[in-house]
Protein backbone atom coordinates (compact mmCIF):
# COMPACT_ATOMS: atom_id res chain seq x y z
CA UNK A 1 0.00 0.00 0.00
CA UNK A 2 1.33 3.60 -0.78
CA UNK A 3 2.10 5.26 1.87
CA UNK A 4 1.31 8.98 1.85
CA UNK A 5 2.50 12.10 4.18
CA UNK A 6 0.37 14.70 5.42
CA UNK A 7 1.81 17.88 7.46
CA UNK A 8 -0.39 18.93 10.00
CA UNK A 9 -0.51 22.85 10.18
CA UNK A 10 0.74 24.69 13.20
CA UNK A 11 -2.15 26.07 14.86
CA UNK A 12 -0.93 27.89 17.92
CA UNK A 13 -1.06 31.11 16.23
CA UNK A 14 -4.60 30.45 14.96
CA UNK A 15 -5.70 29.18 17.77
CA UNK A 16 -4.84 32.17 20.17
CA UNK A 17 -6.00 34.71 17.60
CA UNK A 18 -9.68 32.72 17.59
CA UNK A 19 -9.33 32.62 21.35
CA UNK A 20 -9.11 36.52 21.79
CA UNK A 21 -11.84 37.35 18.74
CA UNK A 22 -13.99 34.87 20.61
CA UNK A 23 -13.74 36.72 23.94
CA UNK A 24 -14.23 40.30 21.74
CA UNK A 25 -17.54 38.98 20.25
CA UNK A 26 -18.66 37.76 23.55
CA UNK A 27 -18.18 41.14 25.17
CA UNK A 28 -19.04 43.26 22.16
CA UNK A 29 -22.59 45.03 22.44
CA UNK A 30 -24.26 46.73 19.53
CA UNK A 31 -26.45 49.40 21.02
CA UNK A 32 -25.78 52.64 19.01
CA UNK A 33 -24.32 53.31 15.22
CA UNK A 34 -20.64 53.45 16.54
CA UNK A 35 -21.10 50.19 18.27
CA UNK A 36 -22.51 48.46 15.19
CA UNK A 37 -19.79 49.69 12.90
CA UNK A 38 -17.58 47.82 15.10
CA UNK A 39 -19.15 44.50 14.90
CA UNK A 40 -19.67 45.31 11.21
CA UNK A 41 -15.86 45.35 11.25
CA UNK A 42 -15.22 42.60 13.91
CA UNK A 43 -17.15 40.11 11.84
CA UNK A 44 -14.76 40.81 8.59
CA UNK A 45 -12.14 39.85 10.42
CA UNK A 46 -13.81 36.79 11.27
CA UNK A 47 -14.31 36.34 7.67
CA UNK A 48 -10.53 37.08 6.67
CA UNK A 49 -9.57 34.75 9.72
CA UNK A 50 -11.76 31.85 8.59
CA UNK A 51 -10.28 32.04 4.63
CA UNK A 52 -6.85 31.83 6.16
CA UNK A 53 -7.50 28.68 8.53
CA UNK A 54 -9.40 27.13 5.31
CA UNK A 55 -6.86 27.95 3.24
CA UNK A 56 -4.12 26.73 5.67
CA UNK A 57 -5.95 23.34 6.13
CA UNK A 58 -7.35 22.99 2.37
CA UNK A 59 -3.95 20.94 1.13
CA UNK A 60 -4.06 18.41 3.71
CA UNK A 61 -7.49 18.07 4.29
CA UNK A 62 -8.05 17.20 0.24
CA UNK A 63 -4.84 14.85 0.78
CA UNK A 64 -6.86 13.44 4.38
CA UNK A 65 -10.01 13.23 2.19
CA UNK A 66 -8.55 11.68 -1.11
CA UNK A 67 -6.58 8.98 1.49
CA UNK A 68 -9.69 7.80 3.27
CA UNK A 69 -11.81 7.89 0.20
CA UNK A 70 -9.33 5.44 -1.55
CA UNK A 71 -8.97 3.31 1.60
CA UNK A 72 -12.66 3.09 2.39
CA UNK A 73 -12.98 2.18 -1.30
CA UNK A 74 -10.25 -0.24 -0.98
CA UNK A 75 -11.79 -1.44 2.21
CA UNK A 76 -15.37 -2.06 0.26
CA UNK A 77 -14.11 -3.66 -2.68
CA UNK A 78 -13.72 -6.68 0.36
CA UNK A 79 -16.22 -6.03 2.38
CA UNK A 80 -18.93 -5.83 0.04
CA UNK A 81 -18.70 -9.57 -1.17
CA UNK A 82 -18.22 -10.83 2.01
CA UNK A 83 -21.68 -8.61 3.26
CA UNK A 84 -23.61 -9.60 0.36
CA UNK A 85 -22.75 -13.23 1.06
CA UNK A 86 -23.48 -12.71 4.48
CA UNK A 87 -27.04 -11.21 3.37
CA UNK A 88 -27.70 -13.63 0.89
CA UNK A 89 -26.87 -16.92 3.70
CA UNK A 90 -29.17 -15.23 6.26
CA UNK A 91 -31.82 -14.92 3.68
CA UNK A 92 -31.89 -18.23 3.11
CA UNK A 93 -32.04 -19.02 6.55
CA UNK A 94 -35.22 -16.75 7.08
CA UNK A 95 -36.84 -18.19 4.38
CA UNK A 96 -36.27 -21.90 5.72
CA UNK A 97 -37.11 -21.01 9.23
CA UNK A 98 -40.30 -18.96 7.88
CA UNK A 99 -41.47 -22.15 6.52
CA UNK A 100 -40.71 -24.43 9.03
CA UNK A 101 -42.70 -21.70 11.65
CA UNK A 102 -45.47 -22.22 9.29
CA UNK A 103 -45.19 -25.64 9.17
CA UNK A 104 -45.04 -25.64 12.75
CA UNK A 105 -47.96 -23.64 13.16
CA UNK A 106 -50.08 -25.63 10.46
CA UNK A 107 -49.22 -28.97 12.56
CA UNK A 108 -50.42 -27.30 15.78
CA UNK A 109 -53.76 -26.04 14.17
CA UNK A 110 -54.52 -29.59 13.22
CA UNK A 111 -53.52 -31.01 16.12
CA UNK A 112 -55.99 -28.67 18.25
CA UNK A 113 -58.90 -29.68 15.70
CA UNK A 114 -58.25 -32.88 16.25
CA UNK A 115 -58.33 -32.68 19.83
CA UNK A 116 -61.56 -30.73 19.29
CA UNK A 117 -62.78 -33.12 17.28
CA UNK A 118 -61.94 -36.22 19.70
CA UNK A 119 -63.48 -34.03 22.72
CA UNK A 120 -66.66 -33.45 21.21
CA UNK A 121 -66.52 -37.44 20.25
CA UNK A 122 -66.19 -38.43 23.95
CA UNK A 123 -68.99 -35.55 24.89
CA UNK A 124 -70.96 -37.72 22.07
CA UNK A 125 -70.65 -41.26 23.12
CA UNK A 126 -70.57 -40.22 26.79
CA UNK A 127 -73.88 -38.48 26.63
CA UNK A 128 -75.41 -41.68 24.29
CA UNK A 129 -74.55 -44.25 26.60
CA UNK A 130 -75.83 -41.34 29.53
CA UNK A 131 -79.00 -41.60 27.67
CA UNK A 132 -79.10 -45.23 27.32
CA UNK A 133 -78.39 -45.68 30.77
CA UNK A 134 -81.23 -43.74 31.89
CA UNK A 135 -83.99 -45.17 29.43
CA UNK A 136 -82.84 -48.11 30.84
CA UNK A 137 -83.56 -47.32 34.16
CA UNK A 138 -86.87 -46.09 33.47
CA UNK A 139 -87.88 -49.19 31.92
CA UNK A 140 -86.91 -51.62 34.48
CA UNK A 141 -88.82 -48.93 37.21
CA UNK A 142 -91.86 -48.86 35.16
CA UNK A 143 -91.76 -52.75 35.53
CA UNK A 144 -90.97 -52.59 38.97
CA UNK A 145 -94.23 -50.35 39.49
CA UNK A 146 -96.23 -52.35 37.09
CA UNK A 147 -95.04 -55.35 39.40
CA UNK A 148 -96.26 -54.14 42.24
CA UNK A 149 -99.12 -52.53 41.52
CA UNK A 150 -100.26 -55.73 39.65
CA UNK A 151 -99.76 -57.29 43.54
CA UNK A 152 -101.84 -54.14 44.73
CA UNK A 153 -98.79 -52.56 46.32
CA UNK A 154 -99.68 -48.85 44.96
CA UNK A 155 -97.93 -47.64 47.83
CA UNK A 156 -94.55 -49.06 46.67
CA UNK A 157 -95.38 -48.96 42.92
CA UNK A 158 -95.88 -44.92 43.28
CA UNK A 159 -92.47 -44.53 45.85
CA UNK A 160 -90.78 -46.33 42.68
CA UNK A 161 -92.47 -43.99 40.31
CA UNK A 162 -91.09 -41.15 42.38
CA UNK A 163 -87.70 -41.68 43.64
CA UNK A 164 -84.44 -40.78 41.59
CA UNK A 165 -83.73 -43.22 38.98
CA UNK A 166 -81.02 -45.63 39.92
CA UNK A 167 -78.45 -46.46 36.79
CA UNK A 168 -75.22 -48.51 36.22
CA UNK A 169 -73.56 -46.14 34.18
CA UNK A 170 -70.02 -44.60 34.94
CA UNK A 171 -68.45 -42.44 33.34
CA UNK A 172 -65.06 -43.17 31.50
CA UNK A 173 -62.20 -41.14 32.64
CA UNK A 174 -61.71 -38.25 30.67
CA UNK A 175 -58.57 -38.82 28.71
CA UNK A 176 -58.45 -37.52 25.35
CA UNK A 177 -54.84 -38.25 23.36
CA UNK A 178 -53.39 -34.70 22.46
CA UNK A 179 -51.80 -35.56 18.94
CA UNK A 180 -48.21 -34.97 18.98
CA UNK A 181 -47.22 -31.68 17.77
CA UNK A 182 -44.23 -30.24 15.73
CA UNK A 183 -40.95 -30.20 17.60
CA UNK A 184 -39.70 -26.92 18.68
CA UNK A 185 -36.92 -24.66 16.24
CA UNK A 186 -33.11 -26.19 16.54
CA UNK A 187 -31.00 -24.57 18.35
CA UNK A 188 -27.87 -24.00 16.94
CA UNK A 189 -24.69 -22.69 19.19
CA UNK A 190 -23.77 -19.21 18.01
CA UNK A 191 -26.99 -18.28 16.41
CA UNK A 192 -30.32 -16.92 16.95
CA UNK A 193 -33.38 -16.97 15.25
CA UNK A 194 -36.13 -13.40 15.84
CA UNK A 195 -39.05 -12.56 14.24
CA UNK A 196 -38.68 -8.74 12.78
CA UNK A 197 -41.58 -6.74 11.18
CA UNK A 198 -41.11 -5.25 7.99
CA UNK A 199 -43.21 -2.68 6.01
CA UNK A 200 -43.54 -0.95 2.63
CA UNK A 201 -45.94 1.45 1.31
CA UNK A 202 -48.84 0.74 -1.00
CA UNK A 203 -50.84 3.33 -0.75
CA UNK A 204 -48.69 7.01 0.04
CA UNK A 205 -52.03 9.17 0.51
CA UNK A 206 -53.80 6.60 3.22
CA UNK A 207 -50.41 7.24 5.24
CA UNK A 208 -51.32 8.95 8.46
CA UNK A 209 -50.28 12.23 8.72
CA UNK A 210 -48.09 11.82 12.22
CA UNK A 211 -46.31 9.05 10.18
CA UNK A 212 -44.95 11.44 7.53
CA UNK A 213 -42.25 14.56 7.84
CA UNK A 214 -42.60 17.70 6.41
CA UNK A 215 -40.01 18.51 3.61
CA UNK A 216 -37.93 21.61 4.65
CA UNK A 217 -36.27 22.72 1.48
CA UNK A 218 -39.82 22.58 -0.37
CA UNK A 219 -40.78 25.38 2.81
CA UNK A 220 -37.96 26.68 2.25
CA UNK A 221 -38.31 27.36 -1.71
CA UNK A 222 -42.09 28.53 -1.18
CA UNK A 223 -41.04 31.07 1.80
CA UNK A 224 -38.05 32.14 -0.69
CA UNK A 225 -40.63 32.75 -3.48
CA UNK A 226 -44.04 34.16 -1.23
CA UNK A 227 -42.16 35.94 1.62
CA UNK A 228 -44.17 37.41 4.35
CA UNK A 229 -47.19 36.46 1.57
CA UNK A 230 -46.76 33.12 2.72
CA UNK A 231 -49.07 30.91 4.38
CA UNK A 232 -49.41 27.13 5.24
CA UNK A 233 -51.29 25.83 7.43
CA UNK A 234 -49.85 24.51 10.74
CA UNK A 235 -46.48 26.79 9.77
CA UNK A 236 -45.50 29.89 11.71
CA UNK A 237 -43.64 32.50 9.01
CA UNK A 238 -41.91 35.67 10.70
CA UNK A 239 -38.86 37.93 9.79
CA UNK A 240 -35.45 38.36 10.83
CA UNK A 241 -32.75 40.53 10.13
CA UNK A 242 -29.63 38.55 8.67
CA UNK A 243 -26.26 40.56 8.13
CA UNK A 244 -24.37 40.46 5.49
CA UNK A 245 -21.10 41.47 5.65
CA UNK A 246 -18.50 41.88 2.67
CA UNK A 247 -15.31 41.63 3.07
Not at 32 to 42: M, Q, T
Not at 65 to 86: F, G, M, Q
Not at 180 to 207: C, L, Q
Request: net charge neutral.
Amino acid sequence: MTQIVIEKPDTTEMQTAASSITGLANALTVKDDGELIIAVNLTKEIKNRIDMVQNKFKEPVKLAYDAHKSIVALRDSVLTPLKNAEICIKAKMGIYQMEQEQIRQESERKAQEEKERAEAEARRKHNEELAKAQKEAEERALAEAAEAEAKGDKERAEKILTEPLETDFVPPPASVETPPSMPEPVKINGASFGKVVRWRITHEDSVPRFLCSSDSQKINAYTRTMGMKAKVDGVKFWEEIKPRIIK
